[in-house]
């Protein structure tokens, strides 16, 4: 799930409703958490943030803190807790001990568990069901080290000898999401240090030992293990691996840890010194602090981003698509958490020292950006990060457009043979299964008559019909007691034999096709007014091109600077309202 890197196309605050449904979904999907327990990760008076990713990935945390629960298709039917959850309430999950570290190293790189690498219990193979959430442990630690869904039910994995995989893993200690929090903060206490940091044991807290199982195995396997890390992303721990094998994986595994041990030392003699800095930063900004950073936001956005063509701009466009891309990694930024506690008044105060015009516009009453004072001594002092803002906007830019490139929109039009024009394929011997474009269709019906010799000698233009041409064209199509045609013009027979098929559209977006029966069903976009001079832009038919309608209601919300509400009908619907 997070082996990939994925920016996340919007990141926003939970409203009141949406933290109850949360926490609703999260106690009936995790009944082992109790409510103090949810309390615990999710405080009732901590600001909630959602990150929506391209993927459709949502991941839910503490603003300012760490994610603590993922939601694999933002409909929360599959949400998962992170490793960081897992280490506050490692009990929230049941879990698969591991058989050793030599199993756990291919888990923390990826690749999913199979039934031979868990260690079982006298008792016997715990219960479950398929697609449960699952932990993955290793002996000696109390902390999960992944998070992953069932593959089958415990009774079928008995009648399948324990073989197979056991656990899809989505989540793993060191993944993606776990580094985009490790570069951003150094934890100073709790429990998460006393895991992470003064016992570092994920890959070697169980290395394999002469007593253990699967200490030997063959020495083939250890390559089998390898390839189906690469290939299909799975490990399975078999047989006997021969002395010298053991020995050499008892290395990497010894070696991984003194890298581990190295990584917690150089965080410990950091973590004095920048530590308290991180958690000002990150986790109680100052009044002073967000005014700060404020103003370095709307400086750096007036060098780099904002242009006088561009204006005047209204203050949400300002702020949204400019000033907020600006902010440092791992800063969240508040207008309430200010001295100006409001955008106009924040722009206001800005224009009052020279640094830009702002006046109000008297229809929208919102504040707009008029002007930018470029020989400001604020502007001119201020040195904009030029090569980093640079390489986002590169980095940006390509991935733009790599983007396009995979979602180039191609709809063609394809026709399928039907009941009346079956004796025509048959007679070429054409497959009546497949589908045709228009063309290919019109060569099929001028091989028959170029195969029958239909053709009319005197008049070249002219097609006649034999019986089962006729018939083909016009049977059920003309009305009792009419004569049916006995010859057609070459221009009108093409039309005539497509409409007799069966009408098919196939749409293909990136990597993804689909056809449909019918004709191509258009957007509708519709347009209402509501109270007063608002007024809402409905649009319908989305499905039909492959078009993901929460990602482009995100990408008209920032593009209109107005909101957009997703509802589920017949067809996709979005609306928007300004």
Same mark, same amino acid.
């Given at each position: 799930m997070?082996?990939?890197?994925v ?5 926003q ?6 933290r109850?449904?949360l926490?609703?979904?999260?106690r009936?999907?995790?009944?082992r958490a109790?409510?103090?327990?949810i ?6 008076k ?6 929506k990713?391209?993927n459709?990935v949502h991941?839910?945390? *503490?603003?300012?803190?760490f994610p ?5 298709d933002g409909r929360?039917?599959e949400?998962?807790p992170t490793?960081?959850?897992?280490w506050?309430?490692?009990?929230m999950?049941p879990?698969?001990m591991l058989?050793?570290?030599e199993?756990s190293?291919?888990v923390i790189?990826?690749?999913?568990l199979?039934f031979?690498g868990?260690?079982v219990?006298a008792e016997?193979?715990p219960s ?8 993955v ?11 992953g869904?069932?593959?089958?039910s415990?009774a079928?994995a ?5 073989r197979?995989k056991?656990l899809?893993i989505?989540h ?5 999401l ?5 570069g951003?903060y150094?934890?100073n206490s709790g ?6 940091l ?10 394999p030992s002469?007593?253990?199982e ?6 083939d396997?250890?390559?089998?293990c390898?390839?189906?890390e ?6 399975d721990v078999?047989?006997?691996i021969?002395d010298?094998?053991a020995?050499?994986m008892q290395?990497?595994?010894?070696n991984?840890?003194k ?9 410990? #003699?950091t973590a004095?010194?920048?530590a ?6 990150l ?6 602090d ?9 400086l ?5 981003? *904002?242009?006088?063509k ?11 698509n400019?000033?907020?891309?600006c902010?440092?990694s791992?800063i ?5 958490k200010?001295?100006?506690?409001k955008?106009s008044?924040w722009?206001?105060?800005k224009s009052s020292?020279g640094?830009?015009t702002?006046k109000?516009?008297?229809y ?6 008029i ?6 001594p604020?502007?001119?002092q201020?040195?904009?990060?030029k ?9 940006g ?6 983007s396009?490139s ?7 039009e ?5 009941v009346h024009v079956?004796?025509?394929f048959?007679?070429v011997?054409a ?5 045709y474009?228009a063309s290919?269709a019109?060569d099929?019906?001028?091989k028959y ?5 239909l053709?009319k ?6 097609v006649?019909?034999?019986a089962?041409l006729?018939?083909a ?5 003309i009305?009792?007691g ?6 057609i013009?070459?221009k009108?027979?093409?039309a005539t ?13 990136g990597?993804? #096709?689909v056809?449909?029966?019918g ?12 109270q007063g001079?608002?007024?809402v ?9 492959l078009?993901d309608?929460e990602a482009?209601a995100?990408?008209?919300q920032?593009?209109?600077a107005?909101?957009?509400t997703v509802?589920?009908?017949?067809g996709?619907?979005?609306?928007w309202?300004?």
């Amino acid at each position: 799930m997070f082996k990939k890197a994925v920016e996340a196309k919007a990141q926003q605050r939970l409203s009141g409703a949406d933290r109850k449904k949360l926490k609703r979904t999260i106690r009936d999907r995790f009944p082992r958490a109790s409510d103090a327990d949810i309390d615990a990760l999710l405080p009732p008076k901590a600001e909630i943030t959602v990150s929506k990713f391209q993927n459709r990935v949502h991941v839910y945390g *503490v603003e300012g803190g760490f994610p603590l629960f993922f939601d694999v298709d933002g409909r929360g039917s599959e949400i998962y807790p992170t490793v960081f959850a897992l280490w506050k309430l490692p009990e929230m999950l049941p879990y698969f001990m591991l058989k050793g570290g030599e199993v756990s190293r291919f888990v923390i790189g990826g690749a999913d568990l199979m039934f031979p690498g868990i260690s079982v219990a006298a008792e016997g193979l715990p219960s479950f069901s398929a697609s449960e959430p699952w932990a993955v442990k290793v002996p000696g630690n109390p902390a999960p080290i992944a998070v992953g869904s069932t593959t089958m039910s415990s009774a079928e994995a008995l009648k399948a000898g324990l073989r197979g995989k056991a656990l899809r893993i989505m989540h793993y200690y060191r993944d993606l999401l776990w580094q985009s929090v490790e570069g951003h903060y150094v934890p100073n206490s709790g429990f998460l240090e006393d895991v992470v940091l003064e016992d570092p044991s994920f890959l070697a807290s169980n290395q394999p030992s002469d007593s253990s199982e699967g200490a030997t195995c063959k020495s083939d396997v250890q390559q089998s293990c390898v390839n189906n890390e690469n290939t299909e992303g799975s490990v399975d721990v078999n047989g006997a691996i021969s002395d010298a094998c053991a020995a050499s994986m008892q290395n990497d595994s010894e070696n991984a840890a003194k890298e581990i041990t190295t990584d917690a030392s150089d965080l410990k #003699s950091t973590a004095n010194v920048d530590a308290a800095k991180l958690d000002i930063e990150l986790l109680s900004l100052s009044i002073e602090d967000v005014d700060s950073h404020l103003d370095r936001c709307l400086l750096q956005a007036l060098h780099t981003t *904002v242009k006088d063509k561009d204006l005047p701009m209204p203050g949400s466009t300002l702020w949204s698509n400019h000033v907020l891309p600006c902010r440092p990694s791992g800063i969240t930024l508040d207008i309430k958490k200010s001295s100006h506690k409001k955008l106009s008044k924040w722009l206001q105060a800005k224009s009052s020292t020279g640094l830009i015009t702002v006046k109000e516009d008297k229809y929208k009453k919102e504040a707009m950006l008029i002007s930018v004072n470029r020989g400001h001594p604020e502007y001119l002092q201020f040195k904009p990060e030029k090569r980093l803002v640079e390489k986002v906007v590169q980095a940006g830019d390509s991935a733009a457009s790599e983007s396009r490139s995979q979602k180039a929109l191609e709809v063609v039009e394809v026709y399928k043979s039907s009941v009346h024009v079956n004796p025509i394929f048959a007679s070429v011997g054409a497959d009546t299964g497949k589908l045709y474009s228009a063309s290919e269709a019109t060569d099929i019906v001028f091989k028959y008559i170029e195969k029958e010799n239909l053709v009319k000698q005197t008049n070249k233009a002219t097609v006649v019909l034999d019986a089962t041409l006729c018939d083909a064209l016009f049977k059920g199509a003309i009305k009792k007691g009419s004569t049916y045609p006995t010859e057609i013009h070459k221009k009108d027979l093409g039309a005539t034999f497509i409409n007799r098929m069966q009408a098919h559209h196939m749409v293909t977006r990136g990597g993804e #096709s689909v056809v449909r029966k019918g004709v191509l069903k258009t957007v509708q976009i519709m347009t209402e007014r509501r109270q007063g001079n608002k007024k809402v832009t409905k649009v319908s038919g989305l499905e039909t091109f492959l078009i993901d309608p929460e990602a482009l209601a995100s990408e008209l919300q920032k593009k209109f600077a107005c909101s957009t509400t997703v509802a589920e009908l017949p067809g996709w619907f979005i609306a928007w309202s300004v």
